[in-house]
């Protein structure tokens, strides 16, 4: 008789409600991802906000693909459908109490037509050339059950994320500067992406959201980027207008342009 394979062992997803916002926890106090209850289609969390600074730099539009590793609560795949009627969303976690959570206690609206919901491994789902050159978005924000850095750290998952995406693309991803893999992360995302990363200014609880490019240089005035920004900050009431100056000032930048 075969044994079964050992199943693997997931940490338990728990949740915490105060003043008004629920948050998901993996077993420990550490926060995983929140929403107001009262307005659970806005993004909460600062860090969670970047995430959306791809849309400094690419219109959403017909035929726009998104993909989201670590699912989370499911709050930037929510609102990234919520943005363009013809957006179509994969979110990809591999603990299935996590994508449970986030149809059930954060209302990602699972019978959306436009979203795939995939219980997976990301490091498997970047790498297999079926997802290559399918993506004009990505967001990453895989961190381990303690929240203390990303599960993700090497040059093979970010050169699969590179294959994923579309040219052009942008890929975001949440980081701890706290944490050891900090320059690891940056080292291997800039050697995936030709060196094209730039970083926000670190956030709450050490959050660094860096943004990486793939595609034709790009090259923008600091001006007519500002004026994006206060465009997308009046249709999607994110705080865009303050992203550009964190690029500028935490970037080696001309002072007049945005070359990347």
Request: net charge positive.
């Amino acid at each position: 008789m075969k044994k079964n394979k050992k199943q693997k062992r997931f940490e338990p997803v728990t949740f915490s409600e105060i003043d008004g916002v629920r948050y998901l926890h993996l077993g420990t106090p550490w926060i995983q991802g929140a929403m107001r209850i009262k307005k659970p289609d806005l993004l909460e969390l600062e860090y969670a906000q970047q995430m959306m600074g791809w849309l400094l730099f690419l219109e959403p539009q017909d035929n726009f693909n998104t993909l989201q590793l670590g699912v989370g609560t499911g709050s930037i795949t929510k609102f990234t459908l919520g943005l363009h009627r013809k957006i179509t969303a994969t979110a990809v976690d591999l603990n299935p109490a996590v994508i449970v959570a986030s149809q059930s206690m954060f209302g990602l609206n699972t019978m959306d037509p436009r979203l795939s919901l995939l219980q997976a491994d990301a490091l498997e789902f970047v790498k297999n050339k079926d997802n290559h050159h399918q993506f004009d978005v990505l967001a990453v924000d895989l961190f381990n059950g303690e929240a203390s850095g990303p599960a993700l750290s090497s040059k093979s998952f970010y050169k699969g994320c590179f294959d994923t995406l579309k040219a052009p693309g942008v890929l975001t991803v949440n980081l701890f500067s706290r944490h050891s893999s900090f320059k690891k992360n940056i080292n291997n995302l800039c050697d995936a992406f030709g060196n094209r990363v730039l970083l926000f200014k670190e956030v709450h609880d050490y959050n660094v959201v860096a943004i990486a490019f793939k595609g034709p240089p790009l090259t923008v005035s600091w001006s007519e980027l500002q004026k994006r920004a206060a465009y997308l900050q009046k249709q999607t009431k994110l705080p865009t207008e303050g992203w550009v100056d964190s690029i500028r000032e935490n970037n080696l930048q001309d002072k007049k342009n945005l070359s990347i």
